[in-house]
């Protein structure tokens, strides 16, 4: 089992930038496919950033590539997920999960078996 704390959110102006962390706890970290998703003010979570095991991959969701970059530190147990050219479409709340076994796809919230409890990231106008 995992425990995941998120941090790093808060209030950007547009075009600026943001790095979120997720630590995780346990001596397996590296075993485990870590993703990215996010929630905004009345709308379901959605998928943003997903990096396998070794860091050797990652995936983004459309909305994000090409001004996100997710990685990872296996020997500090945290993933990171760098955030640039904010837009207010970008406001949400992060979270960081985790899973051993991808059983279809990794942008599938269901996917993932542990959830950090979220950080909000607001960008202004």
């Known amino acids: 089992q995992v425990q995941l704390v998120e941090s790093g959110g808060g209030l950007v102006q547009a075009g600026g930038s943001l790095r979120l962390s997720c630590a995780a706890s346990?001596?397996?970290?590296?075993?485990?496919?870590m993703g990215w998703f996010r929630q905004a003010p009345g709308k379901v979570r959605e998928f943003v950033a997903h990096?396998?095991?070794?860091?050797?991959?990652?995936y983004y969701a459309d909305s994000v590539k090409g001004r996100f970059t997710i990685s990872r530190d296996n020997a500090r147990n945290t993933v990171y997920l760098q955030m640039n050219s904010l837009k207010p479409e970008d406001t949400a709340v992060y979270y960081c999960?985790?899973?051993?076994?991808?059983?279809?796809?990794?942008?599938?919230?269901?996917?993932?078996?542990?959830w950090g409890q979220g950080t909000q990231v607001t960008v202004s106008t």
């Open positions: 990096i396998s095991r070794s860091g050797g991959y990652q």
């Open positions: 999960a985790a899973t051993l076994v991808l059983r279809s796809a990794y942008d599938v919230e269901h996917d993932y078996d542990y």
């Open positions: 346990g001596r397996t970290f590296s075993g485990y496919y």
